[in-house]
């Protein structure tokens, strides 16, 4: 047992201080960026005078573009934190956020506001340099539990935000604005005094190549080993399988279910309150018993058997069966990318952290097509076949299983 003044104790309670800093980070980063949605749909239909449908279509232009700023601009971000250290790139990220949340509070014009969405992609982006933080204070055989506990802020964060901004839109649309930026300003002025640098000169990247950080560039990481190849492409897959139950779920339940706003949200907070159960609680007793990549096949095989639930129930309690069952596909990501950090350099975590956000977000940028036009197939044909996104998603999943049952074989 570790004597409680020997330098291993002290660092392993610096490390733990750290990662509490960079939980409440990503927590307040989704908070800030989930606080909104209710009401930027208001927004916009305001801006462009009560028309509904114009208004849904710059929504979606929105919700691309974002996207697309986080493909270009999270290896950016990755790549500069490992020349420059985690720190200041973390900090930087929140003052930005924080200062474009109040800029959007204040814009006077839908123009504005577009532009405070394209700043809020490049802002928020900070995420792949949190993942190379804890990398870096994190022994390996422990970071599938820390990746974990992220995914406990991202559903906190989600849960808390949405309903937090209704009700505070509900007497004013510009209000969550004012308090996601608040948020975020806070957490940078804490971070400043509180935050250690986890990336020690000794072990940064000599410089910074532009090479490495554009998104083509930092993929070129991802095939420097055939297990980091094969564990992106498993990311990619998952991703977009799972895309589908955010993107098509209000309308396949409407249609299929006949759910209103309510029942809707309340089975999304169970969703949410199911994974952060596995995440939070059960996935560093899983590992520890099983393995990374005994917990990453079985996450997979419980997707895909949660989204042929999902795809299948002719009734809404049926449907239910498939939530604590998908819980644990969220095994998946902090078992990819624990895996994936064991091979690279300290200096190349950023980089990898930032290639798999560009990966997350093109991805992001096909799902909600893609699902929408099989569920439009699915309801339209002689026999409608609602469920078809989601037998499409567990499709995919299989198929990530596949991938990933061969790229770590030898492990």
Partial sequence: MTAPDTPTHQTEQRNSAAFGFIFVTVLLDLLSFSVIIPVLPKLVIQFQGGDTAGAAHIIGTFGTVWALMQFFCAPILGALSDRFGRRPVILLSNVGLGADFLFMALAPTLGWLFVGRVISGITSSVYPTAGAYIADVTPPDKRAHRFGLLGVAFGIGFIIGPALGGLVGSYNLRAPFWIAGGLSLANALYGY??????????????????????????????????????????GVLYILAHLSLPTMFVLYADYRYGWNERAVGL?????????????????????????????????????????????????????????????????????????????????????????????????????????????????????????????????????????????????
């Fill in 193 to 234: 005094f509180v935050l250690p640098e986890s990336l020690t000169p000794d072990k940064r990247a000599t410089r910074f190549s532009w090479q490495r950080a554009n998104p083509v560039g930092s993929l070129k990481l991802l095939r420097s080993h055939p297990e980091l190849s094969g564990l992106a492409i498993v």
């Fill in 267 to 411: 089975v999304l907070a169970l969703v949410g309150f199911c994974a952060m159960i596995v995440q939070g609680g059960l996935i560093g007793r899983i590992v520890r018993a099983f393995g990374e990549r005994r917990a990453l096949l079985g996450g997979l095989v419980s997707g895909a058997v949660a989204f042929v639930v999902y795809a299948w129930a002719p009734k809404g309690s049926l449907f239910l069966i498939g939530v604590p069952i998908y819980a644990f596909f969220g095994l998946v990501t902090p078992s990819t990318q624990a895996l994936m950090s064991r091979r690279v350099q300290p200096h190349e975590q950023g980089q990898l952290q930032g290639a798999n956000a560009s990966l997350a977000g093109i991805t992001g940028v096909i799902a909600p097509t893609l699902f929408a036009k099989l569920f439009t197939m699915g309801i339209h044909r002689p026999t409608p076949l609602p469920g078809l996104p989601y037998f499409a998603a567990s499709s995919l999943v299989v198929v990530a299983l596949g991938v990933a049952w061969g790229v770590t074989r030898d492990r």
